[in-house]
């Protein structure tokens, strides 16, 4: 909890917006995910549930981290100042909390590894990814104490630096066997990743850098939400490309251009 500075109407109207253009993002993604189901293999659906399941989870949280934001503030004399209601950061990470471990069992889940191997890759996954998001909130609402925020970013930083190694070291290993399409699409999804999730640490240290409080709550506010429609609805989307390529290649649905043809005889 963290009671916020004032803004101007611009930085306020920016954060409105950008938070409402993140709650149609993971509403609609929730819909298509679900229905992007039938289009490919039965293996597969799951890890379409499973990106159904992050945005439905990361489209709740945006309504109340919406709620808490508008009351937040109040409007004085043409610009915002602080209601004296704290703005709620806890939705954020215990959004992330949920959801991130998610994004990592939908991209295991979607290559149909071996049981054993998906399983303990899974298992070093999440627990890096829960020690990350736990270490790094004791910060977050660190404004004005910078020492503190560095100091929890440093160590929230050590198991994200641990996944990128499990994704790109040991994932890779394990892929050799896949199609020249599905390992094309899976190094696409796997510099996403990292281009979205870079994005939070980056945004994270933005006060540290000496941006004033003010821009900082703009930037952070902004920054992790388009990050998070990037690595939830674009990356969800990802996902089913590789699902329907892996589907098409395993015969559980007709392969594309068969479809054309029967279309085209019809
Ligand atoms: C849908 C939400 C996602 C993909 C969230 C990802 C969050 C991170 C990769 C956060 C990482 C952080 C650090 C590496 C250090 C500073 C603290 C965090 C938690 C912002």
């Excluded at 945006?62 to 004085?76: H, N, Q």
């Excluded at 209601?85 to 959004?95: G, L, M, Q, S």
Aim: include cysteine.
């Amino acid at each position: 909890m963290n009671v916020l500075p004032g803004l101007l109407a611009s930085q306020y109207s920016l954060i409105y917006n950008v938070l409402s253009f993140t709650i149609a993002s993971m509403l609609s993604s929730f819909v298509f995910f679900l229905a992007a189901r039938q289009q490919v293999g039965a293996a597969y659906r799951p890890a379409l549930l499973f990106s159904a399941l992050v945005v439905g989870i990361a489209g709740y949280h945006y309504l109340r981290i919406f709620d808490s934001f508008e009351a937040a503030y109040t409007m004085v004399d043409g610009a915002y100042a602080p209601s004296g209601k704290p703005f709620n950061d806890a939705y954020r990470y215990v959004d992330w909390l949920l959801t991130v471990p998610l994004l990592l069992v939908e991209l295991v889940a979607v290559l149909h590894l071996s049981k054993a191997v998906g399983r303990s890759m899974l298992t070093k996954l999440i627990i890096a990814a829960v020690l990350m998001i736990g270490l790094g909130y004791p910060g977050e609402a660190e404004y004005t104490n910078l020492q503190t925020r560095a100091i929890w970013g440093t160590l929230s930083s050590i198991p994200f630096v641990y996944i990128l190694y499990v994704l790109w070291v040991q994932l890779g290993a394990q892929v050799s066997n896949q199609s020249d399409t599905v390992k094309r699409l899976l190094r696409i999804t796997r510099v996403v990743l990292l281009a979205t999730w870079g994005v939070y640490p980056i945004t994270y240290l933005l006060p540290i850098l000496g941006i004033d409080t003010q821009s900082s709550v703009v930037a952070i506010q902004t920054g992790y939400a388009l990050a998070d429609v990037a690595s939830k609805c674009g990356y969800g989307l990802l996902i089913f490309f590789i699902a329907r390529a892996k589907s098409e290649e395993d015969g559980s649905i007709p392969q594309a251009n068969a479809h054309a043809d029967r279309k085209s005889v019809v």
